[in-house]
């Protein structure tokens, strides 16, 4: 029960259920409903990078700050990661599944949403990556220079 029809050389299928998806070079894509491509196949390909990538932002936070934020407490659970640093601050960074993104909560800098881009997760605004964001407020809060994540990766 779906339809296809060919539409500027991309072949759009409508499925049950009102999604829509479009064949491309980089195979089937889901699109939302405002228009918006997703940038993953599937939930689970989402899920399987955004949780590699919380996991290495603990990872790079554990190591690099232990030593200079005695109350410093990094938690990840259920997609969700908390850094608190005591007085100079709490940090919220989690996935937001239906949307595939990963949003942002700063005492610096306020709330953000990132998607995944060319191997990245890049603001949705003002194209500032997310891992040059954590690195630019760590150094300006706590004074430490995070490694890259992709040591962590």
Known sequence: ????????????????????????????????VQGRW?????????????????????????SSLEDHVPELEVNLADGVLNVILGDRGHWVINKQTPNQQIWWSSPKSGPKRFEYESDAWINTRDG?????LLREEMQEVVGVELPPLEEYL
């Open 128 to 132: 500032q990556g997310l891992e040059e």
């Open 1 to 32: 029960r779906s339809r296809s029809a060919s539409l500027r050389g991309t072949m759009w299928r409508t499925f049950l259920g009102g999604r829509s998806f479009a064949r491309s070079w980089g195979g089937w894509q889901q699109r939302t």
């Open 38 to 62: 997703l940038s993953f196949a599937s939930p689970s390909e989402y899920s399987r990078v955004a949780d590699a990538y919380l996991e290495a932002m603990q990872e790079a936070l554990e």
